[in-house]
């Protein structure tokens, strides 16, 4: 069973940080585009950073570059999104996604984990 499951959000003030997880199984993570998304109360699904398999290039929206990074421990079938100088318009909840395809920042992915909340607030 095709499964990811994020973890690592929480609360954080201003100028924190934050590192997500995001562990898959039932399948070979390496393989697979990876995608982090986040959603705001009463807004769209944003692509924030995304990541191919095989050279492992890295993308990210406009609003993140220089604060975030997207990495892959293929060995431990993970990804993670290093998130730094957190801002109050971080605050969402923040779904990984997976697609044998590359989908980049367009929330078209196959499969996704259920999301962790990541709230920015002093």
């Known amino acids: 069973q095709v499964q990811l499951v994020e973890s690592g959000g929480g609360l954080v003030q201003p100028g924190g940080s934050l590192r997500l997880s995001c562990a898959a199984s039932g399948f070979t993570l390496a393989y697979y585009d990876i995608g982090w998304f986040r959603q705001a109360p009463g807004k769209e699904r944003e692509g924030v950073s995304c990541?191919?398999?095989?050279?492992?290039?890295?993308y990210y929206a406009d609003s993140v570059k220089g604060r975030f990074t997207i990495s892959r421990d293929n060995a431990k079938n993970t990804v993670y999104l290093q998130m730094n100088n957190l801002k109050p318009e971080d605050t969402a909840v923040y779904y990984c996604?997976?697609?044998?395809?590359?989908?980049?920042?367009?929330?078209?992915?196959?499969?996704w984990g259920q999301g962790t909340q990541v709230t920015v607030s002093s």
């Open positions: 990541i191919s398999p095989s050279e492992g290039s890295a």
């Open positions: 996604a997976a697609d044998p395809l590359p989908r980049g920042l367009l929330p078209n992915y196959d499969y």
